[in-house]
Nanobody
Framework: QVHVVESGGGLVQSGGSLRLACAASGFSVDYYAMSWFRQVAGKEREYVSSIGWSGANTYYADSVKGRFTISRDNAKNILYLQMNSLKPEDTAVYYC?????????????????WGQGTQVTVSS
C-alpha cells in the first residue's frame, strides 16, 4: 500500500527555519520526480519546488528561491524541504507529491501520489 506522509511543520517566528520531511512507503522513490506544493485555505494550490530522480536537478518558485532548499535521500525514501528566512506569507499547508513520469512532473506539474499535508505557520 502506497503512503506519502509529510512531517516537520509547526509554528515559527518570521525569519526562522523549518525542515519538512516527506516519507514514502509502498514504492521506491528512486525513479520518481518529487515536488513540494503549498495551499492556503480558500486559495489555489501553489507550486514550491521540484527535484529530479538523482537530486542533481532542482527547481524553485520565484517566491522561495534563495530561501528554500529541496533535497532527497533515495536510500531512506525521503524528500526534504529546508525552509530558511521564513515569512508570514509562507504560512500554508505544505504537500509532498511524487510522479514517475518526468514530463508529467516537471512540465505538467501533474503528480500521481500526494501526501496529506503538514501545516506551516509563520508569525510576524
Amino acid at each position: 500500500q502506497v503512503h506519502v506522509v509529510e512531517s516537520g511543520g509547526g509554528l515559527v517566528q518570521s525569519g526562522g527555519s523549518l525542515r519538512l520531511a516527506c516519507a514514502a512507503s509502498g514504492f521506491s522513490v528512486d525513479y520518481y520526480a518529487m515536488s513540494w506544493f503549498r495551499q492556503v485555505a480558500g486559495k489555489e494550490r501553489e507550486y514550491v519546488s521540484s527535484i529530479g530522480w538523482s537530486g542533481a536537478n532542482t527547481y524553485y518558485a520565484d517566491s522561495v528561491k534563495g530561501r528554500f532548499t529541496i533535497s532527497r535521500d533515495n536510500a531512506k525514501n525521503i524528500l526534504y524541504l529546508q525552509m530558511n528566512s521564513l515569512k508570514p506569507e509562507d504560512t500554508a499547508v505544505y504537500y509532498c507529491a511524487a510522479e514517475e513520469n518526468y514530463y508529467r512532473a516537471m512540465v505538467l506539474k501533474a503528480f500521481h501520489y500526494w501526501g496529506q499535508g503538514t501545516q506551516v505557520t509563520v508569525s510576524s
